[in-house]
């Protein structure tokens, strides 16, 4: 759905971690990293062979960007994964670099659309082995200003509609990276 202009919460996962809007060019460039100008041509052209009566919505109109800092006053931290083979898979975490805080910002089974609206939520792994930080590809280091997009490209049912921020059917997480300025995610899962 179109949720540029709703002015959407940030979603309860990020609830322990402070959450700002990104806006003007940050907002641009996250977007485009989440969806390049061709995939949103192709996006738009499948959408349109199908031929349906609705009106097409583009995902970037759909996605909402987050900063993610500490309530320190840090903007700066480490996002830590579980390491599966050489892949950054959640639990993830934010660590912050000026205090302790080590908060949890999305894990599958308590947020996003599915955890949402199962019926048992299945439990978080007590302890999980999140040790594996999150580093930039262009540069390897691994502290970053967090950034999580989130995207409501499903329609909701009634009952949700006032919970909607934590109904989102995808998630990315990375940010810009402090030491060479990557801007872009990498780790992206799919919740719908
Ligand atoms: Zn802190
Ligand atoms: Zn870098």
């Not at 993830?92 to 199962?118: M, Q």
């Not at 939520?121 to 590809?137: G, Y």
């Not at 490209?153 to 919970?163: A, Y």
Request: aromatic fraction near 10%; charge should be neutral.
């Amino acid at each position: 759905m179109r949720i540029s202009g709703l002015n959407l919460a940030p979603p309860s996962c990020l609830a322990s971690v402070r959450a700002t809007r990104a806006e003007d060019d940050l907002r641009q460039k996250l977007i485009h990293a989440f969806q390049s100008d061709e995939e949103e041509v192709r996006s738009r052209g499948f959408f349109e062979s199908l031929g349906r009566p609705e009106e097409w919505i583009s995902p970037r109109e759909s996605a909402e960007v987050w900063c993610i800092g500490c309530p320190c006053g840090q903007d700066r931290g480490k996002i830590f994964g579980v390491r599966v083979g050489d892949e950054f898979s959640a639990p993830i975490f934010y660590a912050c670099l000026a205090c302790s805080n080590r908060a949890l910002i999305f894990d599958p089974t308590l947020h996003g659309y599915n955890a949402e609206i199962a019926k048992r939520k299945r439990k978080p792994k007590k302890d999980p082995n999140a040790t594996f930080a999150m580093h930039c590809r262009a540069c390897k280091t691994t502290v970053w200003h967090p950034v999580v997009l989130v995207t409501y490209q499903g329609e909701l049912d009634e009952p949700f509609q006032s919970r909607l921020a934590d109904f989102f059917d995808v998630i990315l997480i990375g940010g810009v990276c402090v030491k060479c300025g990557y801007t872009g995610f990498r780790y992206d899962a799919e919740c719908a």
